[in-house]
């Protein structure tokens, strides 16, 4: 009598059932991973925001108690800003004076170029990881003459790129050529505005489109020029002081440069395009929902034109007089 071995292995149907289940049980756990992800990058988003927060409480505290200005940009007339490098942001300031380390990307690729510091300027994606880049946000400059038509737009989840220098140290002629001069990339936007001739005749100094705000946009004469001297700055910058409600005021957030009347500019980049971060006056961050954001989109449409247009989104506060 021959005996016989049993075999032991898979029949192709039992393969495939196995195969089956192992695709079923992954995409099942798919949407718990990206959620997961999407906790773990709102909770670093919210980790800058605090670090930035932090930061900006040490620029107050040596200034007078003056909030950081949104942006300097230079200016020949005292009305529009010219733009482009040598303008300052509120993050160029803070990495150029020491309260934010490590940011600017010539830390990451270098002084190489010419003039010296120019591939750091040139460069298409932003390098690193600085407290100035929320994970959730897209690595692409963004296009400062657009304006996004919805808090989804992937346009506000870009970065708005300046270099430090007015505030270059030590303090020279005005050049692009200055490759110590900090360049930095800000994944978040700031509550200013940065007019221009379309909103206000006055431009930088009008009281009527800057002092609503936290933050503001001042203008610095290069050369002396329309009464000005040289090095001359005009604009008002606000205190602390001036915050009624600190723990309810918006200063940095989710977005695109700043809202400039726009509300579309904040990015609800976080829990699938329903919340966007938000750093207040009193150095808390926290979610905030898109339903509980303003609308509009322009100067003559905005909820942000005053505070009889927020009484329908009272929190969180964008305006002093709020």
Same mark, same amino acid.
Request: proline share 5%; glycine share 14%.
């Given at each position: 009598m021959s005996s016989h071995k049993r075999q032991t292995g898979f029949t192709l149907v039992e393969l495939l059932v196995v195969i089956g289940i192992i695709a079923l049980l992954i995409s099942m756990l798919l949407p718990a991973l990206n959620a997961a992800r999407e906790q773990a990058n709102a909770a670093k988003c919210l980790s800058n925001l605090k670090q930035?927060?932090?930061?900006?409480?040490?620029y107050a505290a040596d200034h007078k108690g003056y909030v950081v200005p949104g942006s300097i940009q230079w200016t020949t007339n005292g009305i529009g800003?010219?733009?482009?490098? =040598?303008?300052?942001?509120?993050?160029?300031?803070?990495? @150029?004076?020491?309260?934010? +380390?490590?940011?600017?990307?010539?830390?990451?690729?270098?002084?190489?170029?010419?003039?010296p510091g120019e591939d750091a300027w040139t460069s298409e994606g932003s390098a690193g990881e600085t407290v100035f880049r929320c994970p959730s946000s897209i690595n692409r400059g963004g296009n400062t003459g657009y304006s996004p038509t919805t808090k989804t737009d992937g346009n506000s989840s870009m970065f708005w790129r300046r270099q430090s220098i007015l505030y270059y140290s030590p303090r020279g002629a005005v050049t692009a050529a200055q490759p110590e001069a900090a360049i930095v990339d800000?994944?978040?936007?700031?509550?200013?505005? @940065?007019?221009?001739?379309?909103?206000?005749?006055?431009?930088?100094?009008?009281?009527?489109?800057?002092?609503?705000?936290?933050?503001?946009?001042?203008?610095?004469?290069?050369?002396?020029?329309?009464?000005? =001297?040289?090095?001359?700055?005009? =604009?008002?910058?606000? +205190?602390?002081?001036?915050?009624? +409600?600190?723990?309810?005021?918006?200063?940095?957030?989710?977005?695109?440069?700043?809202?400039?009347?726009?509300?579309?500019?904040?990015?609800?980049?976080?829990?699938?395009?329903? @919340?966007?971060?938000?750093?207040?006056?009193?150095?808390?961050?926290?979610?905030?929902? +898109?339903?509980?954001?303003?609308?509009?989109?322009?100067?003559?449409?905005?909820?942000?034109? =005053?505070? @009889?247009?927020l009484i329908n989104t009272p929190f969180p506060k964008w305006r002093l007089d709020q």
């Open positions: 930035i927060g932090m930061a900006m409480a040490a800003g010219n733009g482009g490098r =040598g303008d300052e942001s509120w993050g160029t300031m803070l990495v @150029q004076w020491g309260y934010v +380390k490590s940011a600017s990307q010539i830390d990451f690729v270098g002084k190489g170029g010419t003039p800000l994944f978040y936007a700031g509550n200013f505005v @940065q007019p221009t001739a379309a909103m206000t005749a006055q431009g930088l100094s009008d009281p009527t489109f800057q002092n609503p705000w936290p933050m503001r946009t001042l203008g610095h004469f290069r050369t002396a020029a329309a009464g000005r =001297g040289a090095g001359e700055i005009v =604009g008002t910058m606000s +205190k602390y002081t001036q915050i009624r +409600k600190a723990g309810e005021m918006a200063m940095i957030y989710d977005g695109f440069r700043s809202h400039n009347f726009n509300p579309n500019n904040v990015s609800a980049r976080h829990a699938r395009g329903k @919340q966007a971060n938000f750093l207040f006056a009193d150095g808390h961050a926290a979610p905030v929902l +898109k339903s509980d954001l303003p609308n509009g989109m322009t100067i003559t449409d905005s909820d942000l034109r =005053g505070p @009889q247009y």
